[in-house]
């Protein structure tokens, strides 16, 4: 079945209510120029009051290598998101089996460099000058479709319950990563949006399953469960 990430958790309320509609993970946002930081201290708060099973993403802009190592044993993350310019250099200091970088290739002439990332799964999502995510514009889902068919891919940007669903079908992504569209403002989660959003990525997701051929295994690697370092 699909995975589900709810990103820019901000408030307990939002982050229970996208685990118990069945997200597979929540995405908390480190970078404070984004309107949906929460500091680390908030985080862990929100985070040892998650149901057990739910996987807690850190989503990191630039961050120095050795902060983003505090936090995420201060806050207790299993995954680490990198969203920014960070460099592949940058990226082997950590354990690839806990990254995930975010990319945002123009072309087709962009994807050989996808090559470089040691990560668990590459996120596509569409950036806009300063802003890093969480623009509400739509990713390329030609692209994401090419990136699909030779990495783990997690699809984001501008996804929200009236285009998840055909998104969802164009792409067969491993994950999608929902953020500004189950939002009523920024930071703050719409629960009727989050359950709505959910409820069409798992309809879709199990019309997918029935018209698999027998023997096919592309949708059953898991990007959203606890690696080890």
């Known amino acids: 079945m699909m995975e589900i990430k709810i990103c820019g958790m901000t408030r307990l309320g939002d982050a ?9 993970a929540l995405g908390f946002i480190f970078y404070p120029r984004s309107p949906r930081y929460v500091s680390p201290e908030k985080a862990r708060e929100l985070i040892r009051r998650l149901p057990p099973e739910v996987i807690r993403v850190g989503v990191f802009v630039d ?33 690839s089996s806990v990254l995930i970088r975010a990319v945002s290739p123009e072309s087709e002439e962009d994807l050989p460099s996808l090559e470089t990332w040691p990560c668990r799964a590459l996120l596509l999502d569409r950036r806009e000058g300063a802003l890093y995510g969480g623009t509400g514009r739509l990713s390329n889902w030609e692209l994401a479709v090419r990136i699909r068919k030779r ?39 719409d629960p009727d949006k989050i359950r709505a959003v959910i409820g069409e990525v798992l309809r879709t997701s199990a019309a997918g399953e029935e018209k698999r051929p027998a023997g096919d295994e592309r949708g059953n690697y898991r990007i ?5 370092d």
């Open 16 to 24: 229970l209510a996208a685990a118990e509609n069945g997200a597979n």
């Open 63 to 95: 961050e120095p290598v050795e902060r983003v190592k505090e936090i995420r044993a201060f806050c207790g993350l299993d995954l680490l998101q990198l969203h920014g310019d960070e460099s592949p250099d940058y990226c082997r200091q950590f354990p």
């Open 151 to 189: 990495f783990p891919l997690i699809l984001s940007g501008g996804l929200n319950p009236g285009n998840i669903g055909e998104a969802i079908r164009r792409v067969v992504p491993h994950a999608v990563d929902v953020n500004s569209g189950v939002e009523s403002s920024p930071g703050i989660k």
């Open 224 to 228: 959203f469960s606890r690696a080890r």
